[in-house]
């Protein structure tokens, strides 16, 4: 795994994405794909870059190094669960040269 410490690795829910919003479970699975192969070309060929995830935060990369910057906003509605912000806050996350595991 190239996560950090006990950061488990969980599959997308299709279904329970597509109650919450207008579109078809085909549209959503095709929208997560695409970021995702957006997401490997960039890491591949290692092209600096800002994500954002609206009402969530931006995700940086720069090179090998991929940092996340929360919300406010978000981080506050996270409050009733503060273990998640402690481990949000915590979490440092590096892509490394070679990795195999993102193909």
Do not use: A
């Not at 095709?30 to 960039?42: D, G, H, Q, V």
Request: proline fraction near 2%.
């Amino acid at each position: 795994s190239v996560f950090p410490g006990d950061i488990r690795k969980v599959g997308v829910n299709y279904e329970k994405i597509c109650s919450n919003i207008p579109y078809s479970l085909e549209i959503v699975q095709s929208c997560m794909k695409e970021t995702l192969r957006f997401f490997y070309r960039i890491i591949m060929n290692r092209q600096d870059t800002n994500f954002t995830l609206k009402g969530i935060g931006v995700l940086v990369i720069r090179g090998n190094e991929v940092k996340m910057t929360f919300y406010r906003n978000f981080l506050l509605s996270l409050n009733k669960y503060g273990y998640v912000v402690q481990q949000l806050l915590s979490v440092s996350l590096h892509f490394f040269q070679g990795n195999s595991e993102l193909g």
